[in-house]
Nanobody, 121 residues
Framework: QVQLEESGGGLVQAGGSLRLSCAASGRTFSSDGMAWFRQAPGKEREFVAA????????YYADSVKGRFTISRDNAENTLYLQMNSLKPEDTAVYYC??????????????WGQGTQVTVSS
């Protein structure tokens, strides 16, 4: 059974940092793209960042570019999201996704349950 488990969310003040992790089990994703998405209350799920299987290509939403860094450890089958200079508008449930190659959520086959990130002003 394939599982993606996010961790690292929490409450942080504006300007602070958090590092999210996504541990995959049940299969290896070293040949697949992986990504982070987020969903704020009352809003649709939106793309945050994606990384290719080779780690060479990384993509970011304009709203997080320069503040967030996506990375992965294929040996550990784990995806990361380093979030710096957090803003209240970054508050959302953050989801890990795997098995896709784009910025579109519909193209990802596997999803985690999400981890809450709350940024206070």
């Amino acid at each position: 059974q394939v599982q993606l488990e996010e961790s690292g969310g929490g409450l942080v003040q504006a300007g602070g940092s958090l590092r999210l992790s996504c541990a995959a089990s049940g299969r290896t994703f070293s040949s697949d793209g992986m990504a982070w998405f987020r969903q704020a209350p009352g809003k649709e799920r939106e793309f945050v960042a994606a990384i290719s299987r080779s780690i060479i290509s990384r993509y970011y939403a304009d709203s997080v570019k320069g503040r967030f860094t996506i990375s992965r450890d294929n040996a550990e089958n784990t995806l990361y999201l380093q979030m710096n200079s957090l803003k209240p508008e970054d508050t959302a449930v953050y989801y890990c996704a795997a098995g896709g190659r784009s910025t579109k959520s519909a193209e990802y086959e596997y999803w985690g349950q999400g981890t809450q990130v709350t940024v206070s002003s």
